[in-house]
């Protein structure tokens, strides 16, 4: 009698998952239909010219264009990737060591005042950059860096390290305080912990928050277009807009425009995404 019954629960146990895996999977299919079609649309437009986009923009090209790309890199795009490049590095280079040497002062030294240190990094992450903006703009015209990498590079960092911060604490948190100890042992001192002990343990996690830092300094738009005023200086999210004119737009080397600022941060994430995941998840047991 009992025989029958745990075939019926066996079956209803393989059904549920079966139920749950196809649930899943059919969610992750709509998600990148809807996340991928727009490129798709754009790579498709980027290929046509101005009248076929109005006309039927969601057919086939008639005749492929990719000379819309080599249009949109001599008009200025290779000038503004290349400021982009500058910014974007510096700004990832500066977030990730920085907050790294905050994560590692608050998780591995015991001073007064520690908390509260860390609640008032916390909180930088309820502040607007909106709201900080005509402040900000002040204070860049005092301090001379107006128009200028610089201009650009201080707030980008100013406002990822608290999230980098965050992120790279929770990490540094589960790292055995015998690893750092037996670094003591052999004659390393605090500093020298941090650089060979604690940074090769931690380059999923820090690989993660110079993606992050990456994202968000490559688009960035409203800093850029308001913080530079030269052309030469302008960034990528910035320059597309000399692109527009009132009267005649060519919109394929437009998309084309953008569709080449686009892809440096997707081949980014393509190449390193296995240690973006991992570095998501590390230190989701303390923190």
């Known amino acids: 009698m009992g025989m029958p019954s745990k075939k019926v629960t066996r079956r209803a146990g393989s059904f549920s998952k079966m139920f749950g ?9 709509v998600y990148l239909i809807v996340i991928a079609y727009p490129l798709f649309w754009m790579f498709m437009n980027s290929l046509k010219e101005t009248s076929e986009i109005f006309s039927n ?31 974007t590095t510096v700004t990832c280079l500066l977030t990730v060591f920085l907050s790294a040497l905050g994560a590692y002062g608050l998780t591995r030294f015991h ?6 240190l860390l609640i008032l990094i916390l909180g930088g992450l309820m502040l607007s950059p909106q709201v900080s903006l005509i402040p900000l703009y ?18 980008y960092v100013a406002y990822r390290i608290p999230l980098t911060v965050l992120l790279i604490r ?13 670094a003591y042992l052999d004659g390393c001192n605090s500093f020298g912990v941090f650089t060979r002990m604690f940074i090769p343990l931690s380059m999923p996690v ?46 394929g ?20 995404q296995k240690y973006f995941v991992r ?3 590390s230190g989701g047991i303390k923190g």
């Open 21 to 29: 895996i196809s649930s899943v999977s059919f969610i992750l299919v």
């Open 57 to 87: 923009s969601w057919a086939l090209p008639k005749q492929w264009l990719f000379q819309n790309y080599v249009e949109a890199w001599n008009q200025g795009i290779s000038r503004y990737f290349l400021n982009s490049l500058i910014v």
């Open 111 to 116: 001073v007064k005042g520690k908390n509260v």
């Open 138 to 155: 002040k204070l860049i015209q005092a301090m001379g860096l107006y128009n200028s990498y610089w201009a650009l590079i201080i707030p």
């Open 170 to 182: 929770a990490h540094f948190l589960t790292i055995p305080k015998e690893i750092e100890e037996s």
């Open 206 to 251: 820090l690989v993660t928050a110079l993606l992050l830092t990456a994202y968000f300094s490559w688009n960035e738009f409203m800093f850029a277009i308001i913080f530079i005023d030269s052309d030469a200086l302008k960034t990528v999210p910035a320059g597309l807009m000399a692109f527009r004119d009132a009267l005649d737009t060519d919109w």
């Open 253 to 272: 080397v437009l998309l084309a425009g953008l569709g080449i600022s686009a892809l440096p941060i997707v081949i980014l994430f393509l190449f390193l």
């Open 279 to 281: 570095g998501i998840t």
